[in-house]
């Protein structure tokens, strides 16, 4: 089986461009803003948007339905490009554990499951789709829910809680916390970012 074309399914732009999309998009005014602010944050970075066949490769690779208004705003902009470590200012709520050490967090904003046990964890058990993890606290997950497809909030989990809450017969997605209320208002937080440490 032939390796997915990821990059041939990206578009790119300047932060011009970006903010065109942004603007020419159905996203919600609030949503547009919270983009635009992202794309303020960072001129001199290359934008990246995907399309429809990395949506759909996602769905397929990891045997999940994704919620549809996560790609409608992946596809007006998805993060930048070449990939970067990224740090938030702050979570919009604090219930989570990591809400006093948010700004020492740095985040691999990348999508999928790192193997079967894990897809089983997340995706069967607390149905919630993994969209990036804590560079230096392994474990430390960010996802979208999957129960719920309207729900557009990006959850905060720590795979060992979920974990411990399933061997004790807890509710498994008590472990999630809502941090942001929509994935252009996490991008909306992001203050920092530095190259991903090469290999």
């Known amino acids: 089986m032939n390796a997915f074309d990821y990059e041939g399914h990206l578009t790119r732009g300047d ?3 970006a903010r065109s999309w942004i603007e020419a998009s159905d996203l919600p005014e609030d949503q547009k803003t919270d983009l635009l602010q992202f794309v303020a944050n960072f001129p001199s970075h290359t934008f990246i948007r995907e399309d429809d066949a990395v ?14 208004w996560l790609r409608q705003v992946r596809s007006t902009l998805a993060f930048v490009d070449p990939p970067m470590l990224l740090q938030v200012d702050d979570f919009q709520w604090y219930d989570s554990p990591r809400s006093e050490d948010v700004e020492d967090l740095w985040y691999d904003l990348r999508f999928g499951y790192h193997g079967e046990e894990q897809r089983a964890l997340l995706s069967d058990d607390a149905h919630v ?24 909030r990006i959850f905060d989990f720590y795979g060992g809680d979920l974990r411990d809450s399933k061997l004790a017969g807890r509710p498994v997605r008590g472990s999630l916390y ?5 994935y252009a208002k996490f991008l909306s937080h992001v ?5 991903l440490p090469l290999d």
């Open 55 to 68: 949506f759909d490769h996602y769905a397929e690779t990891d045997g999940v339905t994704l919620p549809g």
């Open 129 to 152: 789709y993994r969209i990036g993890g804590s560079w230096d606290t392994p474990g430390t997950y960010l996802g979208v829910d999957l129960l719920n497809p309207e729900d557009q």
């Open 191 to 195: 203050t920092e970012m530095r190259p």
């Open 15 to 17: 932060a011009d461009t």
């Open 178 to 182: 809502p941090v942001f209320s929509s």
